[in-house]
C-alpha cells in the first residue's frame, strides 16, 4: 500500500508521545509558555480603544449596544455589549460570548443575517446565548471574530456566497507563513476585549467569564488558558483530542496551531485553566467533535484537576443533540461562578 496512514500515525506517537506526566504547576508553566510561543506573538496591544457607539437598541428587559473599538493599530473591532435593564446600582459579572463558524456575532445575541430581529424565531445552533445569559443579569459583549462576517477580507465579500462564507483559510494561511495562527489573532483580540471590559464602569472586573460554541469555543478555551483574568470557563461543541477530531477528519484551517502536539494534546491546553473553574458541554451526536473523545478529553481534564485539587470546579453536560449549543446546565453554572 502507498498509502501514507500508517506514516502519519507513527509521526503522531513520536511527536507526543503517551507518557505519564505530572500535571503540576511546572508543567503548567512550561506548556503555557510553549503555547503562548505557537499561538504567535502580535503587535503592541497599548493603544487607545476609541470606542465608538454604532448603534443602541432598547429590549423590555436589556439593552443592546453595538461598538466599534480598536484591538491592535490597524484593527477595529465590532462588538455587542449586552446590559441588563434592571439597574441595582451595583458592578455586575461580565461574560464574552463567542460565535463559532456562521454569520457572525449577530447569531448570538438575536439577530437575523440581515440584522433583523429573531428574538421570537427558532433558533439556530448558537440558540441566541448572548440573550440567554443577560437575561440571567450578567453584562455580555460579543465580539466579531476576525474572517467572519463584516470581519472578512474585502476579497471574500462575494454577493453571490452563502452567509456562512468567511475568511478563515486566508488569514489562517498567511499567518502561518508568518510564524503565527489565526487561533493566536483570534486569542489576542479577546484579551483586548477583556481590557476594554475592566473599563466599563458598570462591569465586575474580577468576576469575567467566557463561552463560546465550536470555534468560539477553541478561542474561550485557549483565551482562558493563557488569560487568568477569565474566572469560569464554558467551551461548548469544542473539547475533544486533536487525534480524535483535528487529525481524525477535514476542519477549518482556524484549528491548526504549529508544533503544537510536542508539548501537550488538546485537553491538556485546556487543562492550562486549572485550578480555575470549567464547564465542558457537548451533543452526543456531534459529528465533529466525536462524543467518546471527549469523554477521553474530560478523562484527562479530571486528572489535571485533580492533581490542582480542583475537582470540585470542573463540570460536564453530554446532551441529546448535535453541534449545537444546549444551556441547559452550562448558563445556570456559569451564573452560579460569576455570582460567587
Known sequence: MWAPDQFMEQLYHETYPDTKKEYNLEWQAQVKKQ???ALGEFPNKDNEFNAKT???????DFV???VEITTFASLRVPVYVLFPKENSGEKRPAALALHGHGYGSKEVVGLNVDGTNNLEEPPGIHKNFAVE??????????PELIGFADRKLEKDFIPEASSSHNSCFALASQLLLMGKSLAGLRVAECRRVIDYLTELDAVDSENIGIIGLSGGGLVAAYTSAVDERVKATVICGYTNTFKGSIIDRNHCLDNYIPGVLSFAEMPELIGLIAPRPLFIESGIDDPLFPIEQVKVAVKTLREIYQ???ASHVLDSHYFKGKHEISGEESYDWLMTQLKK
Open 307 to 309: 492533581n490542582f485539587e
Open 35 to 37: 503555547f503562548n510561543e
Open 54 to 60: 454604532l448603534e443602541r437598541v432598547e429590549f423590555e
Open 64 to 66: 443592546r449596544i453595538r
Open 133 to 142: 445569559l443577560v437575561r440571567r443579569g450578567v453584562i455580555v459583549i460579543a
